[in-house]
């Protein structure tokens, strides 16, 4: 697939998101539009701004541009190469005092995983009390949910790559704010960089938010592909998400929540060409 192939694509795939979304018209970063070349820059255009479906009131805004890069340098680095990027992101995160956040965690989260081109990416929201404490990503409740996830798709911790909007603890576990999500995300993006993953599962509506630059929500995107860089993304909901129900004792909202997810995580694993182990299956489904 040619490099213009990709962004073509990735184009196609944002006006579609767009469209399904109730936008009626969008507009293009000029950059996109001399990236896309002085040949056919104007006919993309004309098809960019054709009207879409009608738009609903209540309808979430959408990202209004889309940012194409070419395919990173990381893609020929050696797995110690990568590691060693990853490491060296992680001093960046561990010196940073860009925003307040920093003054309260014990320790920063940058993330851990699978370095080389792991067929998933787990991007969550921020670090909880376990996190901070360990320096690791989703070790608590909701990651040991995550874990049950990872395995009912055929897969070990060690087999994808896990991380966070934010690398350190909200206060109380309050949602990052939107400065906090803006100053933290050029680190996710350089780990995205380096690691390649085949495809992001986004959990969480701040993790979309965080990603994808939308106030589209959760219930809305759940399940559904969008495009971050040319790598195909499925949101769904956060493990904790799923764990209230379960807490609440609400059995109907648990069960309609789990089958949403493992919906979604099937959708994955055909964009991958796999199927679930049909053991892991079934519990994902209890």
């Known amino acids: 697939m040619s490099e213009w192939t990709e962004i073509i694509d990735g184009l196609t795939d944002h006006l579609t998101l767009l469209k399904e979304l109730g936008e009626r018209t969008v507009s293009l970063d000029p950059e996109v539009l001399r990236a896309l070349g002085p040949r056919n820059a104007s006919g993309r255009a004309r098809a960019a701004a054709a009207p879409a479906a009608p738009q609903h009131p209540a309808s ?14 990381s893609v020929s680095r050696t797995p110690e190469q990568r590691r060693q990027a990853l490491d060296e992101i992680a001093e960046r995160i561990a010196t940073c005092e860009a925003c307040d956040l920093y003054r309260q965690r014990n320790r920063c989260v940058p993330g851990q995983g699978n370095p080389c081109t792991p067929d998933v990416m787990f991007i969550g929201e921020a670090p909880g009390a376990d996190e901070d404490r360990e320096g690791l990503a989703f070790i608590g409740a909701a990651g040991q949910f995550l874990t049950k996830m990872i395995e009912a798709m055929g897969y070990t911790r060690d087999d994808v790559f896990i991380a966070n909007i934010c690398k ?51 219930s809305r995107l759940q399940g559904n592909w969008t495009r971050y860089e040319g790598i195909p993304v499925m949101p769904t909901y956060h493990p904790a998400y799923i764990l209230r129900f379960e807490s609440a004792g609400d059995a109907v909202g648990l069960k309609r929540a789990k ?16 199927t679930p182990p049909r053991r892991a299956a079934r519990a994902a489904r209890s």
């Open 60 to 73: 979430a805004s959408a990202p209004r541009s889309m940012t194409f890069t070419t395919p990173d340098a």
């Open 168 to 218: 350190c603890r909200p206060p109380n576990n309050r949602t990052p704010a939107a400065d906090e999500m803006r100053t933290c995300l050029p680190f996710l993006r350089d780990q995205i960089r380096i690691v390649q993953p085949k495809t992001i599962v986004l959990l969480g509506g701040t993790a979309i938010r965080g990603l994808l630059e939308t106030q589209a929500g959760v």
């Open 259 to 274: 089958t949403e997810v493992w919906r979604a995580l099937k959708l994955v694993l055909a964009q991958l060409g796999r």
